[in-house]
T-cell receptor, first 111, second 114 residues
Framework: DAKTTQPTSMDCAEGRAANLPCNHS???????VYWYRQIHSQGPQYIIH???NNETNEMASLIITEDRKSSTLILPHATLRDTAVYYC????????????FGSGTQLTVLP | GAVVSQHPSRVICKSGTSVKIECRSL??????MFWYRQFPKQSLMLMATSNEGSKATYEQGVEKDKFLINHASLTLSTLTVTSAHPEDSSFYICSAKGRGETQYFGPGTRLLVL
């Protein structure tokens, strides 16, 4: 699975959009981009995933560049409860293999 | 999204005893379950992968005789930490995957070995 690079930490003001970047320059054509988050002392929570089209659900939007070498997770109106470590993970479609976690981005939403 | 539960949420035990952690997929059949471990200020590290009805596959450095994994049904996997020692104190997280693409995680079990 392709490696990802994320900033170590980011701050965001409450109510503003949080834009979390992820680089995956070695991604293959059959690899999905997944986003999970982990709130302190809890298990990871699935947020969203996509292959090449932009995706949106009730939690967030995922914007994938045309060359698929990077993506951005957007939380449109961040709240204090969105403070967490956000993980960007790439995995082959249809794979039964596990998700491999990097160090992620610590997002802190400030009041 | 799909729900994965773990029990217990936290456990304290004496050194040398065994501890069993249960992981259940509540609303889907998990063809594959994964067990992760997370130490403070670190990321999740995969311990083992198990498929229903077959033996678990352990990651390098994880002792299979110490961390016993049973995946007896499509909705239940158990991790037993045998002869636990203080260095086994950690946050243990299970994850389950059905036929779809997404892997769902349990809430985690915090183990403290005294």
């Amino acid at each position: 699975d392709a490696k990802t690079t994320q900033p170590t930490s980011m701050d965001c003001a409450e109510g503003r959009a949080a834009n979390l970047p992820c680089n995956h320059s070695t991604i293959s054509g059959n690899e999905y981009v997944y986003w999970y988050r982990q709130i302190h002392s809890q298990g990871p929570q699935y947020i969203i995933h996509g292959l090449k089209n932009n995706e949106t659900n009730e939690m967030a939007s995922l914007i994938i560049t045309e060359d698929r070498k990077s993506s951005t997770l957007i939380l449109p109106h961040a709240t204090l409860r969105d403070t967490a470590v956000y993980y960007c993970i790439v995995r082959v479609s249809g794979s039964a293999r596990q998700l491999t976690f990097g160090s992620g981005t610590q997002l802190t939403v400030l009041p | 999204g799909a729900v994965v539960s773990q029990h217990p949420s936290r456990v304290i035990c004496k050194s040398g005893t065994s501890v069993k952690i249960e992981c259940r997929s509540l609303d889907f059949q998990a063809t594959t379950m994964f067990w992760y471990r997370q130490f403070p200020k670190q990321s999740l590290m995969l311990m083992a992968t198990s498929n229903e009805g077959s033996k678990a596959t352990y990651e390098q450095g994880v002792e299979k005789d110490k961390f016993l994994i049973n995946h007896a049904s499509l909705t239940l996997s158990t991790l037993t930490v045998t002869s636990a020692h203080p260095e086994d104190s950690s946050f243990y997280i299970c994850s389950a995957k059905g036929r779809g693409e997404t892997q769902y995680f349990g809430p985690g079990t915090r183990l403290l070995v005294l």
